[in-house]
Nanobody
Framework: QPQLVESGGGLAQPGGSLRLSCAVSGLNFDYYAIGWFRQAPGKEREGVSCISSGGDSTVYVDAVRGRFTATRDNDKTTVYLQMSSLKPEDTGVYYC????????????????????WGQGTQVTVSS
């Protein structure tokens, strides 16, 4: 049974860094793009970033571009989201999701591109 487990969340100060991990099991990881999403209190869930199944392509929304970096280790079936220069508005529950793609070169930050979701990890940015 497919399973995605996020970890690495916690409390960070503004300007600080965190690295989230998404450990994936129960599916053919090499064929799945992975997306990162977040949901702030009182707001809808939004796409943050994604990485293609081949790992060569990444997408970032404007709010995090230049500060967040997504990578994947196909041997460990794990995806990482390195978050730097954190801001209070980065606070929220972060989710990873897996979606099968036709090619290894594309990924999308739209939630309807994904059908497997993790439980989420809380990220709080506050002084």
């Amino acid at each position: 049974q497919p399973q995605l487990v996020e970890s690495g969340g916690g409390l960070a100060q503004p300007g600080g860094s965190l690295r989230l991990s998404c450990a994936v099991s129960g599916l053919n990881f090499d064929y799945y793009a992975i997306g990162w999403f977040r949901q702030a209190p009182g707001k809808e869930r939004e796409g943050v970033s994604c990485i293609s199944s081949g790992g060569d392509s990444t997408v970032y929304v404007d709010a995090v571009r230049g500060r967040f970096t997504a990578t994947r280790d196909n041997d460990k079936t794990t995806v990482y989201l390195q978050m730097s220069s954190l801001k209070p508005e980065d606070t929220g529950v972060y989710y990873c999701a897996a979606g099968r793609t036709i090619t290894p070169y594309h990924c999308y930050t739209a939630s309807n591109a994904y059908d497997r979701w993790g439980q989420g990890t809380q990220v709080t940015v506050s002084s």
